[in-house]
Structure formats: structure tokens, C-alpha cells
């Protein structure tokens, strides 16, 4: 349920508007850490090329993972709104700490390392008025990705993600002066990955947690389940969120928000007849330490076995 992460970053290097930066990560499942360094006019040719160092530890419920590698990042503003990206990433992958009620093709991977080469476009549309609180504007991120195939590697996988974000400042509508504030916003996140050839890879896999879960719900909540009864994770995601903040004493904001979504397996990708409902309370705080973001989120549809409710904190730049 927590997620802290520290930066260290310098917009100027050496005069020149170099960026670099580096960057950690903790939560109770995964720990990362991450160096970058970008040229955000390369050559003078409106263009930003840079790239990142990254080491990722992960755990889940059946088995450890690790990953290390390097990416080349490439962007370019198309107008003052859309932003156009190409990353290219080279990263290797070992499983450990492999339970003994694993599935088999996990039992047999242990203590292998895989070598991914990845391709990945996007598009960002960005209006938004704020970064970490914002009361305006749109989000829309478009980002197709393929690793394997032409561009080598063990792995060979295809996924998509789109996001799409949208904030309103209602309260500025309003008649009544106390809620002159208000902000009402709404969020719409879809995913998917599958194989290009033969078997998706366990860690591959993809849950609703980390930055964007289903709040009152913890990562193994949801989605499919391995003949022991734990979670591994799907093929497709979807949430959808709706969300009112307003301002509630010195630099805090106060949140009410709802959640709904799931995490399916291939046959039955985004089956809106299976969905899971969280609903609660939260706080947005800009602090000096960065971001701060606390919800305490309720299950409306909690199954047996479960607990009434899940906290989700955050704080750092990630948000």
C-alpha cells in the first residue's frame, strides 16, 4: 500500500540545460533505482535525446524478479499541446526465490537470465495546468510496445497502454461560494500485453497496483488465480475513476473518490460483467520532501477472505 521515491535532479548541468537525475523507489513489493541524463535540445534540432541506467527488484506472490538494463530516449514536440516519444530499452531478467507451488514454467525459468530488446512509441497530449494537482486540462497518452521479433532478444511480447485524464474546475460554476474550489476529475486507463510466440512471460504479466491501482484493493485482490490460489497477474487491465477534490486546510487537499475495474486473463479480456468496486476518502498535499498522496479506499463488493479496506500511500515525485 505505500510507495516513497526520492530525486535528485539538476535541469542545468554545467550551463548547458542538461537534465540529469537520479532516482529511488520503495514499496512493500518492488525497490528500483534509476540514473538518467537528458539533452532536451539536442543539437539544436528542437529534438530531446537521453538515456537512463535502471536496476528493479520485484516480488511476487510465487517468485522474485530482477531486472537491469539501459534505455535511449528520443522526443520531439509536434505542437505546444503533443509530444512524440521513442524509447528503446535493453534490459535482462532473472527469476529467484521460486515457491515450490509455482507453475511449472516458472519452477523451470529460476535462476535463468533473459535478455529483452524493446521497442516503444507514444504520444502525450498535455493541457493539464499542474503536474502533481491539477484543476484544468487533458491527459492522453497513447504507448504501443514490442519486444522481440526484428529487434532480437528471448522475450517476444506485444502490449498496449492508453490513459486518458480529464480535470474540470466545477466549483467555479457554482453558486455556492464554499465549493468555488472544487475540482472534479476522471480517468479512464486501459492495458494489455500478450505473447508474440509461445508462452507470456510470468513478469510480464500485468496488475492493477503501483501508481494506478484500484484503491480498497490490494495488488493480489484481483484477477486470475494459479491452482494454489494466488494471483498471477493477467493479460488485460482496465480502471476507470472518478474523483472530487477540494481544498481542506493549509496546502492539503481533501479527496472522495471511486474506482472500478479488474484484471482478466486473454479469454475474457475487459468483460465488463466481472468488475470490482472501491470507493473512499483521501489527501493531496504538495510538501517540501514532494507530492504527498494518502487514500484509504473501501471494497463495495468485498468477497470472503478479504479485508474491508486497503491504505494507499504516496510520496515523492512519482506523482
Do not use: C
Not at 498496449?160 to 457554482?174: E, P, T
Amino acid at each position: 500500500g505505500a510507495l516513497v521515491t526520492a530525486v535528485i535532479r539538476e535541469d542545468n548541468l554545467f550551463g548547458r540545460g542538461y537534465k540529469v537525475g537520479l532516482r529511488g523507489s520503495l514499496s512493500s513489493v518492488s525497490q528500483s533505482g534509476t540514473f538518467s541524463f537528458t539533452d532536451p535540445n539536442f543539437q539544436d534540432k528542437d529534438f530531446s535525446l537521453g538515456g537512463d541506467l535502471f536496476i528493479t527488484e520485484e516480488e511476487f506472490a510465487t517468485f522474485d524478479n530482477e531486472r537491469k538494463g539501459a534505455r535511449i530516449n528520443l522526443g520531439k514536440s509536434l505542437t505546444d499541446d503533443l509530444t512524440a516519444f521513442l524509447s528503446y530499452e535493453l534490459s535482462t531478467f532473472k527469476i529467484t526465490a521460486v515457491s515450490p507451488f509455482a507453475r511449472q514454467d516458472i519452477i523451470d525459468s529460476e535462476g535463468d537470465t533473459q535478455l529483452e530488446s524493446r521497442m516503444s512509441p507514444s504520444l502525450v497530449y498535455d493541457t493539464r495546468n499542474h503536474r502533481f494537482l491539477p484543476e484544468e486540462g487533458t491527459l492522453f497518452v497513447v504507448n504501443p510496445a514490442m519486444s522481440g521479433g526484428f529487434i532480437g532478444g528471448d522475450i517476444d511480447v506485444g502490449s498496449m497502454r492508453i490513459d486518458f485524464r480529464q480535470y474540470h474546475n466545477v466549483g467555479s460554476k457554482l453558486r455556492f461560494r464554499l465549493l468555488k474550489n472544487l475540482i472534479w476529475s476522471y480517468r479512464v486507463e486501459l492495458r494489455y500485453v500478450d505473447a508474440l510466440s509461445g508462452e507470456l512471460p510470468a513478469f510480464r504479466r500485468i496488475y492493477l497496483s503501483g501508481q494506478a491501482p484500484l484503491r480498497g484493493f490490494d495488488r493480489d485482490d484481483l484477477g486470475p488465480r494459479d491452482s494454489a490460489g494466488e494471483a498471477i497477474g493477467g493479460y488485460s487491465t482496465g480502471l476507470m475513476s472518478t474523483e472530487f477534490t477540494h481544498p481542506f486546510f493549509g496546502p492539503a487537499r481533501i479527496a472522495f473518490f471511486l474506482d472500478v475495474g479488474n484484471v482478466w486473463e486473454r479469454h475474457n479480456a475487459y468483460d465488463l460483467t466481472d468488475l470490482r468496486y472501491g470507493a473512499g476518502v483521501g489527501l493531496r498535499v504538495i510538501t517540501p520532501f514532494g507530492p504527498l498522496r494518502l487514500d484509504v479506499g473501501y471494497k463495495l463488493d468485498k468477497k470472503s477472505g478479504e479485508r474491508d479496506r486497503e491504505v494507499h500511500f504516496g510520496l515523492g515525485a512519482s506523482f
